[in-house]
């Protein structure tokens, strides 16, 4: 499925393309890309996040300088709790966007999450020095930061085959 969502975007963001040639680029969302990113924001929702993903990679397909997309493959990654991969797409975004409180929010629980609560206070500065007042973003992180750090699990190896189970009926 991956594989045909992608090839959809690249042919329509070659239809895309060729019109806009010669274009400059502005800040109009790409009607195209604006459906690929609700498509992965449904995904999301619905708890798919290598689904968000694909479309999210679409939407880039169509738009790569969509900063929504890069979130959106952020918070994917988010959800499956791979924070390494979502601070690169955090990082992304913040690259076009640099004042996007959501990817600083985001950045700083994955930055969080790998144990690099110095650079997570660095943003949650960023964010209080964007918001003049009253801000929801700085104070969800002021609290993942407070937050005690959860345990980091490792699984169990064993050099033991296993067992089948056997069960008399």
């Known amino acids: 499925m ?3 969502l992608i090839a959809g975007a690249l042919l329509l963001a070659g239809t895309a393309a060729s019109v806009a040639v010669g274009a400059a680029r502005d800040d109009t ?7 690929w990113l609700a498509i992965g924001e449904q995904a999301l929702d619905a708890k798919h996040p290598v689904d968000a993903i694909d479309a999210f990679e679409a939407a880039l397909a169509v738009d790569p300088k969509s900063a929504p ?9 988010d959800a499956q709790a791979l924070p390494g991969r979502a601070i690169r797409y955090y990082r992304e975004a913040l690259a076009l966007q640099p004042n996007d409180l959501g ?14 609560t110095a650079r997570a206070r660095v943003n949650l500065d960023r964010i209080k020095t964007l918001c003049k007042g009253e801000c929801p973003a700085a104070k969800r992180l002021e609290m993942a930061l407070a937050a005690p750090p959860l345990p980091v699990l490792h699984p169990i190896a064993s050099n033991e085959p ?8």
Do not use: H
């Open 2 to 4: 991956r594989k045909v």
């Open 103 to 116: 990817a600083l929010e985001g950045q700083g629980k994955a930055m969080i999450a790998r144990g690099a």
């Open 69 to 77: 997309a890069f979130i959106g493959i952020a918070r994917a990654y």
């Open 162 to 169: 296993t067992k089948p189970v056997v069960t008399k009926d």
């Open 29 to 35: 969302p790409n009607p195209v890309a604006s459906r």
